[in-house]
């Protein structure tokens, strides 16, 4: 293992530097989820240049590349491509481009690892196995995941690989996490329904306003109070809107948040339960109410042997102190769940934070430190080479 860790470790040095160039052009180019047309089209000439069977358009705007022995087993890396609709605040000499758009999450460092796995692979004379690397679109809007699983990218596949940025850990550090790793999450809409009248005359009316007031404050009492402190639950609204006027008492009210939470059956209680507490409170002042809690991403389970086998690979690369084994599960929310419904994989949190630390992700303000790439490279590109089980030379 130290052997072929040292040939890795060759491969990558040599081509690094071309790699944080594509991904500056990348970070100055985003594209939003299901728009990655640039990217992917930039994805699949690096993959061709490198030797890779290539397939463009897969699950919309994604990017499938295959390499290796066509009846062998086949290990998969997932990487995704999209950035968010947040103006970038970095000041960086490659900043983002398009007014309104930013990699803010890391996603084209994300891409980046994964051409560097592959050209570190292409290297690699893969006598028995098949190598597929999932360039996949819309990860920020937890679609772009089944959007390739309808075009049977896990086909054979029988371990997967992913990786996400984390700006809490210093570059040079990895997270790493057997067993359940980020939440279940879904969009929470709320409608109340109320009365208008004249805003002197508060008790002729329903005021819609007072009482989503009053949801947003009963259900975070109601989770405090009525739920285990042991299944963390947390509901946060992002956007209020309702009312047309300063005197006039507003008639309807939407709330719209997100929803996480790590307990898989707690999760599916949920909706019922928010449903009751919501009428509850609205049926007690007089309103009306609509509850639609839409499903988002179930949570991420990294597969304990696969995640051992990352681990073990990882130290060929670092110091053991460097590897921080996570106690607690995100509750940030990941589509690459959706992948691992399907077959045993595991993703790793990769440090980011540079001397000045990071701003945290999906802030205009985020800006990662591009010494993480090649660690990232060598610690996949190790792992996969090793979880086919084949006799393989680099």
């Not at 989820?33 to 993959?47: D, F, H, R």
């Not at 208008?196 to 009492?221: F, N």
Request: negative net charge; hydrophobic residues 40%; glycine residues 10%.
């Amino acid at each position: 293992m130290k052997d072929l860790g040292k040939k890795i470790d060759v491969l990558v040095d040599d081509i690094l530097s071309d790699l944080i160039q594509l991904r500056r052009h990348l970070h100055a180019h985003p594209e939003l989820s299901g728009q990655e047309y640039q990217t992917a089209a930039l994805v699949a000439g690096e993959l061709r240049k490198a030797g890779w069977e290539v397939k463009e358009a897969v699950g919309k705007t994604g990017v499938v590349a295959e390499m290796g022995n066509k009846s062998g087993p086949v290990v998969g890396l997932r990487v995704d491509m999209d950035a968010l609709p947040i103006e970038e605040k970095t000041g960086l000499d490659y900043s983002s481009s398009i007014q309104g758009l930013m990699h803010a999450c890391g996603h084209d460092l994300h891409t980046c690892i994964g051409l560097g796995v592959a050209k570190v692979l292409a290297k690699n004379k893969l006598e028995r196995s098949r190598i597929r690397i999932i360039f996949q679109p819309a990860e920020e809007i937890a679609q772009g995941a089944n959007w390739m699983k309808a075009e049977k990218v896990l086909e054979g596949v029988q371990a997967l690989f992913g990786v996400h940025v984390y700006p809490d850990l210093p570059v040079g550090k990895i997270g790493i996490k057997s067993g359940t790793f980020t939440a279940a999450a879904a969009e929470l809409e709320i409608d109340i329904v109320g009365d208008g009248g004249h805003g002197a005359r508060p008790h002729e009316g329903v005021d819609a306003i007072w009482i989503a007031a009053k949801v947003i404050s009963g259900l975070q009492e109601a989770i405090g109070r009525r739920l285990d402190a042991l299944k963390p639950v947390v509901i946060s609204f992002g956007k209020i809107s309702g009312g047309s006027a300063f005197n006039v008492i507003a008639d309807r009210v939407k709330l719209l948040g997100t929803v996480r939470c790590l307990d898989t059956d707690l999760y599916e209680k949920l909706p019922m339960w928010i449903e009751k507490i919501v009428q509850n409170i609205s049926s007690n002042y007089g309103a009306k109410a609509n509850v639609n809690f839409k499903s988002i991403a179930p949570p991420v389970y990294n597969d304990p042997e696969l995640t051992n086998l990352l681990s073990n690979c990882a130290k060929n690369f670092m110091d053991e102190k460097n590897i921080v084994y996570l106690e607690n599960p995100s509750l940030g929310a990941e589509d690459f769940a959706f992948l691992l419904q399907d077959v045993p994989g595991t993703m790793f949190r990769l440090g980011v934070a540079g001397d000045k630390g990071c701003a945290p992700l999906h802030s205009g303000h985020f800006s990662l430190d591009e010494r993480s790439l090649g660690l990232g490279i060598k610690i996949l590109s190790q792992s996969i080479v090793l979880s086919t089980g084949s006799t393989q030379n680099i």
